[in-house]
């Protein structure tokens, strides 16, 4: 059974810092997905990672992927109140099933 | 992208009753899945909606309690039968885009009393 894991589940940080956001998973894939998800509302793709080294930037968010390491990470730059959100990463499967890890829920204090 | 609707976008409803959530896609697509989230929870695939056959669950899952029809490429519904207040949830419906993207939709947001 597939398993992917987040952490930190739980992230405070200032307006200004950088953090990363890790997501291990348990078995090979190819593809991994980061979505947004604020408070009420449903996902907002952030990025999908096709492949081995894949590198996405989108504003202050970097997301990467290491399959061999079956690890992708995403990295927040100079972090503003905007950003604060639920993080999810997704491992695609057979069939383009998603697992979703725990999510992580971000807060940027002023 | 694909633009995705779903009715209703909230309902509350009475224990042993059920309700059918209809997701609407603005184009053709091959793949369309739904998913639950539980309150304060990741989500969790409940099944694949095959156009024109059953539709595939996930372990934990069964036709009998989650009942999805697939009429055509663009259209698809889900039944929470003989709810209980464990079924409340969020239930969001996705499709997978042609360019390894997967988008979802506005989610229905279910409590059960």
């Known amino acids: 059974e597939l398993k992917v894991e987040q952490n930190p589940l739980f992230l405070s940080m200032q307006e200004g810092k950088n953090y990363t956001i890790y997501c291990n998973y348990s078995?090979?894939?190819?593809?991994l997905y980061w979505y947004r998800q604020d408070p009420g509302k449903s996902l907002e793709s952030l990025f999908v990672?096709?492949?081995?080294?894949a590198v996405k930037q989108e504003g202050r968010l970097m997301a990467s992927l290491d399959t061999k390491a079956r690890l992708s990470t995403l990295h927040i730059t100079a972090a503003v109140h905007d950003l604060s959100a639920t993080y999810f990463c997704?491992?695609?499967?057979?069939?383009?099933?998603?697992?979703f890890g725990e999510g992580t829920q971000l807060t940027v204090n002023p | 992208s694909a633009v995705i609707s779903q009715k209703p976008s909230r309902d509350i409803c009475q224990r042993g009753t059920s309700l059918t959530i209809q997701c609407q896609v603005d184009?053709?697509?091959?793949?369309m899945f739904w998913y639950r989230q539980q309150p304060g929870q990741s989500l969790t695939l409940i099944a694949t909606?095959?156009?024109?056959?059953?539709?595939?669950?996930e372990s934990g899952f069964v036709i009998d309690k989650f009942p999805i029809s697939r009429p055509n490429l663009t259209f698809s519904t889900l039944t929470v039968s003989n709810m209980s207040p464990e079924d409340s949830s969020i239930y969001l419906c996705?499709?997978?885009?042609?360019?390894?993207?997967?988008?979802f939709g506005p989610g229905t947001r279910l409590t059960v009393t």
């Open positions: 990672l096709l492949s081995n080294g």
């Open positions: 996705s499709v997978a885009g042609s360019r390894y993207e997967q988008y």
């Open positions: 909606a095959n156009q024109g056959s059953e539709a595939t669950y």
């Open positions: 997704a491992v695609e499967t057979s069939g383009s099933r998603l697992t």
């Open positions: 078995t090979t894939s190819d593809r």
């Open positions: 184009s053709q697509v091959t793949m």
